[in-house]
T-cell receptor, first 115, second 118 residues
Framework: AQSVTQLDSHVSVSEGTPVLLRCNYSSSYSPSLFWYVQHPNKGLQLLLKYTSAATLVKGINGFEAEFKKSETSFHLTKPSAHMSDAAEYFCVVSPSGAGSYQLTFGKGTKLSVIP | DTGVSQDPRHKITKRGQNVTFRCDPISEHNRLYWYRQTLGQGPEFLTYFQNEAQLEKSRLLSDRFSAERPKGSFSTLEIQRTEQGDSAMYLC????????????????FGAGSRLTVL
């Protein structure tokens, strides 16, 4: 079984300040982990993915995430928030291998960026 | 082909009516997925196809839900005898098969079809 907990339902930051969106996962096997972003009226877009290679993963638009197995965490960070980052962010876990078709999403974190 | 297309984007229907959603995946992708997203929740997996074969359907919410992909290209999701609890965003996604991209199943999502049942 697998599950994802996003620790904050809403995060608000000022433009130009760092962003931290927290995610903890539970998985009975070595998982693949993803962050997706959803802007209003747009499809979910992949930000980055972890697949058992480097534990620090760099994604698009300056985002990165670090896989910490000991803490079962995969937090998303960005050094400096931009107004265009305001959106909903989903942490996602999937099994590797045969079960990889089934993604399990967290409930999402809504990011607000204050000018 | 610029992405995954879904039609209609919005559907309002009365309780008890049948509705059908269509999804056109990225043409090079042979896997196609359906997810449902309710307000305040993340998307939940419903079913998926590899080419025309429906390989997993146990997560379809009830026997009122069915999906097809007859020629391995576009797919339809039908909900019969709709109920107010079916109101949600229905998302389609597509991907290459497992292992084709860095060993991870990277899904490309459409913008979704929003269903409102009155």
């Amino acid at each position: 079984a697998q599950s994802v907990t996003q620790l904050d339902s809403h995060v608000s930051v000022s433009e130009g300040t760092p962003v931290l969106l927290r995610c903890n996962y539970s998985s009975s096997y070595s998982p693949s982990l993803f962050w997706y972003v959803q802007h209003p009226n747009k499809g979910l877009q992949l930000l980055l993915k972890y697949t058992s290679a480097a534990t620090l993963v760099k994604g698009i638009n300056g985002f990165e995430a670090e896989f910490k197995k000991s803490e079962t965490s995969f937090h998303l960070t960005k050094p400096s928030a931009h107004m265009s980052d305001a959106a909903e962010y989903f942490c996602v876990v999937s099994p590797s291998g045969a079960g990889s078709y089934q993604l399990t999403f967290g409930k999402g974190t809504k990011l607000s960026v204050i000018p | 082909d610029t992405g995954v297309s879904q039609d209609p984007r919005h559907k309002i229907t009365k309780r008890g009516q049948n509705v059908t959603f269509r999804c056109d995946p990225i043409s090079e992708h042979n896997r196609l997925y359906w997810y449902r997203q309710t307000l305040g929740q993340g998307p939940e997996f419903l079913t998926y196809f590899q080419n025309e074969a429906q390989l997993e359907k146990s997560r379809l919410l009830s026997d009122r839900f069915s999906a097809e992909r007859p020629k391995g290209s576009f797919s339809t999701l039908e909900i019969q005898r709709t109920e107010q609890g079916d109101s949600a965003m229905y998302l389609c996604a597509s991907s290459f098969p497992q292992g084709a991209l860095s060993g991870a199943n990277v899904l490309t999502f459409g913008a979704g079809s929003r269903l409102t049942v009155l």
